[in-house]
């Protein structure tokens, strides 16, 4: 008996090789789809803060967490609200040791300028699950008059109010939301690296410059892939 071997034809290839590219063409843009989703996230929740903070100060005619007459005009519920010292700046701490920066999360949802409720108590001075909100990577988030933006390198950054996204936030996607709301430049604009980490960060685990920036600091280091990155919307 004779047996001859058949092999694949033309046709029975090109089915395959259709059916390969459309699983392919699935995977990318699922990833494109998630990409996006987290780049909307970040950029509704940096938005959304920065309009909370805005219309805080154009009802009181001051600064959330800084708010010195906070106790008097605001209901905090059954204990009076902590009051900052009043100096225009939310300081981390301020020089009487208030650490303004988780108190204006509760000046800012107790008087109904953002969702949720933080609750600030005496003596707080590092930020958790009740007192401070979080990025869309559970990364603890700051809002705070200082210079922990661009260079860190650079000692003569000037301090500006600035709400920081956190870190553990993949390049790509800090790079895409900084395209979108700025000029796309890590070290420029109003929107820049921060290597701001939350008080309690092993050293070492904050957002590294060097791992999300170009040596020239010019561009976000996509190609590198860096997982842990962070930025500052400056006010």
């Keep these: 008996m004779r047996y001859t071997s058949r092999g694949f034809t033309l046709i029975e290839i090109a089915i395959v090789l259709v059916i390969i590219g459309l699983l392919l063409g699935g995977v990318l843009k699922g990833q494109e789809l998630i990409t996006g989703a987290r780049v909307r996230n970040l950029?509704?929740?940096?938005?959304?803060?920065?309009?909370?903070?805005?219309?805080?100060?154009?009802?009181?005619?001051?600064?959330?967490?800084?708010?010195?007459?906070?106790?008097?005009?605001?209901?905090?519920?059954?204990?009076?609200?902590?009051?900052?010292?009043?100096?225009?700046?939310?300081?981390?701490?301020?020089?009487?040791?208030?650490?303004?920066?988780?108190?204006?999360?509760h000046h800012l949802t107790a008087a109904g300028f953002l969702n949720g409720s933080y609750v600030f108590t005496s003596g707080t001075t590092t930020p958790g699950a009740g007192n401070t909100p979080v990025n869309p990577y559970s990364v603890?988030?700051?809002?705070?008059?200082?210079?922990?933006?661009?260079?860190?390198?650079?000692?003569?950054?000037?301090?500006?109010?600035?709400?920081k996204t956190g870190g553990q936030v993949p390049v790509e996607i800090v790079a895409e939301v900084d395209r979108k709301i700025d000029d796309g430049k890590p070290l420029a604009g109003a929107f820049q690296f921060s290597e701001y980490a939350p008080p309690g960060t092993p050293s070492g685990n904050e957002p590294q410059y060097g791992n999300c920036t170009t040596a020239s600091g010019g561009s976000w280091y996509i190609s590198q892939g860096e997982t842990n990155c962070g930025a500052s919307s400056l006010f």
């Design 43 to 105: 950029i509704s929740q940096q938005d959304g803060i920065k309009a909370a903070f805005f219309g805080f100060q154009d009802r009181y005619r001051a600064l959330p967490g800084d708010y010195s007459a906070a106790g008097t005009n605001i209901n905090c519920g059954a204990t009076a609200c902590a009051g900052g010292d009043g100096n225009g700046r939310v300081e981390a701490p301020n020089a009487g040791g208030t650490h303004e920066e988780i108190l204006a999360w």
């Design 140 to 163: 603890y988030i700051q809002l705070a008059y200082d210079n922990v933006y661009g260079d860190p390198g650079v000692a003569t950054t000037p301090s500006k109010h600035n709400l």
